[in-house]
């Protein structure tokens, strides 16, 4: 049994002047606009169905940022729960804002211990060539 699917994307513009007016002299100003992206759809996965959307949403006007911040708001939102949230984070190296007190004080405990490993013997900070050479073994 054969499968083809195909998905669409279409958009049509069309701007009529209102007579009497200058709305025609902008050489940036293009009056009619039309768009059709199709793809085969047999075997998109989600992230590509995205890519697909991400180029539509590129044609008609819509800014990088704006198309990213839409599609984090597809994840973060008052509908999704804290667990699917986090799922996604974890995913993409994120932290969420109410983990960053956390994160900061592991941060804090890391650079003590860095601190601790510079230190020479009684207690003194040891200065570049120190170090350099205790890492050659002189």
């Known amino acids: 049994m054969t ?3 195909t998905v669409e994307f279409k958009f049509d513009a069309t701007f009529e002047p209102t007579y ?7 050489d940036d100003f293009i009056p009619e606009e039309h768009y059709l992206i199709t793809a085969p759809a047999a075997d998109l ?6 890519k697909l959307f991400e180029k539509f949403m590129l044609c008609v006007g819509m800014c990088p940022q704006s198309i990213r911040s839409g599609a984090m708001s597809l994840v973060f939102n008052d509908y999704v729960s804290e667990e699917e949230q986090r799922k996604v984070c974890k995913e993409y190296e994120l932290t969420m804002d109410e983990d960053l007190d956390e994160k900061f004080k592991e941060y804090k405990i890391r650079e003590e211990e860095i601190a601790k490993l510079f230190k020479g013997p009684m207690g003194t900070v040891l200065n570049e060539e120190e170090l350099t050479n205790l890492e050659e073994g002189q």
């Open 20 to 26: 009497g007016t200058s709305s025609w002299t902008g």
């Open 3 to 5: 499968y083809e699917a």
């Open 45 to 50: 996965t989600a992230k590509q169905y995205f």
